[in-house]
């Protein structure tokens, strides 16, 4: 098939096109190196050093065959994102290419603006390229379950569930309570989509993932092939961060009561899971959600994980809550369907989470020094409240 990554530089984007490679697809990668430079504006930068983009080209068609073809572009930029989807008329378009950090998009009205106009504006000019210039495109959007928020009710896997109000049934959009302006940027987005499903027949698979953790994938064999790795207290997930913190001797930082239940995913299982969804698109017309994850865990159990695999590796990992700087529920119920990717064949983890976890360390603990000089940014400094 012929696959277009929009966001093809991060950390997913990146490990996704060495997987379809690797199987045989055509791929074109787009990204605007924007994450590269707003993770240093934090002081921070990738705990694996990051190769450029022609080493990694270069490697991966070394390594695999198959030449990705790159464009440096903004998809912010309608007449550049259009022309290129014009020329191409990909089978699918993944579309990654957001600003994905939460408390980046909390440190101020400008960030916060920042992130919905990236986040909201990309996705309405790739609806409106495919719509005009390739209508038979399966697009690929990447949300997150952070969409949903914690409610008490089961998460339903799909666009719409039926209710009752004042006695008159119909059916709405199932609700959503995002938990930063990053998070309601994705929930804008998911309606965006839904609305161009509607008025155009968009084909689109919207795909609510929890956060994603892990250092490898079966095609990450090399260094000149990593991926990134983000850790500190403005782009790092739970896991990655944790990671860090027991390789430079710090002690392991849950949120508040630590009680924070999410859905995870290793890097190796989002690739797998994005591979299937695209060599299997939904019906010609019709809008799919995913709830993309494989395991539940609180924040305090996978810090107890992360504690109990350090010590394998002669590290003693202490764990010391700290205040949270979110807004969030700290104990709540938490129960996700998941249908679509199970029927797929992804039914557990391909490896368990301590042993990927045992492989973040062990690829960490090459790069201690280059990571000592960013102890200053592990801790949070973006507080909802402030
Ligand atoms: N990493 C996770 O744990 C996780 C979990 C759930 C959802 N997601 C979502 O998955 C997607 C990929 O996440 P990631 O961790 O790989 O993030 P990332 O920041 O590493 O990758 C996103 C890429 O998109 C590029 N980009 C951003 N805005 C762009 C624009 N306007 N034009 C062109 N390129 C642009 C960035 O430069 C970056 O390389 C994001 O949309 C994120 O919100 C990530």
Redesign the pocket.
Known sequence: MKIMI????????WALGLRLIANGHDVIG???????KAVREVGSDSALPLPSMETRIKEAKKVFGKEIQFYN????NFAKISELIKRYKPDAIV???????APYSMVDAEHAIYTMH??IE?TINVLYAIKQFSPDTHLVK?????EYGTPKFDIPESAFVNTSINGKEDLITVPKWGGSW?HWS?VHDTNDILFANKIWGITATD?M?????GTRTKEIVNKKLFT?L?FDGV?G?VINRYCVEAILGMPLTPYGKGGQTRAFLSLEDSVESLKRLIENPPNKGEYRVVNQFTEIYTVMELANEVKAIAEKLGINAEIKPIENPRVEAEQHYYNPERNVLPKLGILKPSRTLPDEVYAILSDLKNYRKRLEKYRDVLMPKVKWRD
Do not use: C, H
């Open positions: 929009l966001g093809i530089d991060g950390y997913i984007g787009v990204d605007n190196f924007y994450t590269r572009l903004d998809i912010k579309d990654f290419a957001e600003q994905r950090s990236n986040n990309g990447m949300g997150t379950m952070g990053y994705k795909i993932q929890g956060p994603v953790y990134r983000d782009w997930t």
